[in-house]
């Protein structure tokens, strides 16, 4: 759903009730009615949070003796697979409720000792929480930025450009690409560790759109994305992996270049595609490759 409000926003508990049409207390609050999990990490109250890096330690549910993965922090540890929308929420002063946004687990739930309300050493569920970014937050980030390392003088422009890449558009272009496929494009490659989010129109001339449309994306291993972002392959109008004439067989063979392999392109990669055939590829000639437009 469509939550009217934006992250950085105080309310109070009565506006917050009647936006996620949720109980009036807890920290943790399910609304079946609007699919959400309100999350309320209290800097006031009893739990231990804190924040690493990007990622958010949010303790569980239950006050007294151990925690448990049942109610809220089961919704909550399934979150992945059961399409609840989280929203994250915090106290910095008592009845003032911050906005920071959508959130997902950044990793595994996890257990650790805190003290309980009765002042008891117990163990409690900790969760990795991390923001979900809209297109267009992102986009702010990314321009926010690109200002700040403009400002730099040290810094020559290849380096800011991977500062950027690598802090905001790398790591969500590929969990984007990710949730379509999880291997290379042109072989068995399976392992997310190697896959890398490869742009068709590299970064560094897309537009900000352009930089985050799933659609500019082959995930490619590191061979194939090495070829690729080189222009020594490329692909005709129908997908057909087209092959650089100053590859010799030898390269192709140990490189597991087949040049049966057809990419699956919808209208909007066959832009991107088009571009980088024509741009890109080193070659145009050897296997006779056509590009209409
Ligand atoms: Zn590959």
Not at 154 to 176: A, N, P, W
Not at 263 to 271: H, I, S, Y
Request: with cysteine.
């Amino acid at each position: 759903m469509d939550i009217a409000i934006k992250p950085g926003e105080i309310i109070n508990n009565e506006q917050l009730t009647s936006i996620f049409l949720c109980a009036p207390q807890g920290g943790m609050r399910r609304s079946h009615r609007t699919n959400t999990l309100v999350l309320i990490s209290d800097k006031t109250g009893l739990y231990k949070d804190r924040v690493e890096g990007d990622v958010f330690h949010y303790t569980g549910m239950g006050q007294v003796g151990d925690q448990t993965l049942t109610s809220q922090n089961k919704t909550l540890a399934e979150s992945n697979h059961n399409a609840v929308d989280m929203h994250f929420f915090e106290v910095l002063k008592p009845k003032q409720y911050t906005y920071q946004g959508r959130v997902e687990l950044a990793g595994k739930p996890y257990t650790e000792k805190q003290i309980d309300i009765n002042g008891k050493m117990r163990n409690v569920w900790i969760f990795p929480l991390r923001l979900i970014h809209g297109d267009m937050e992102l986009i702010q980030e990314i321009e926010n930025l690109t200002g700040e390392l403009n400002a730099d003088q040290i810094l020559d422009e290849t380096e800011k450009e991977r500062i950027v890449k690598t802090r905001i558009g790398q790591s969500l272009f590929k969990q984007k690409l990710l949730s379509q496929s999880k291997q290379c494009a042109l072989c068995g490659v399976n392992d997310e560790r190697f896959l890398i989010a490869s742009h068709i129109k590299p970064w560094s001339i897309s537009t900000n759109e352009e930089r985050l449309d799933v659609n500019n994306g082959l995930l490619l291993c590191p061979n194939h994305d090495s070829l690729f972002d080189k222009g020594y392959i490329s692909f005709d109008e129908k997908g057909s992996l087209q092959v650089g004439d100053d590859l010799n067989d030898t390269v192709l063979i140990f490189m597991n270049i087949n040049p049966n392999i057809r990419l699956k392109m919808n209208e909007r990669q066959k832009g991107y595609i088009y571009w980088h055939y024509h741009n890109r590829f080193k070659s145009k000639k050897i296997l006779g490759a056509i590009w209409c437009k």
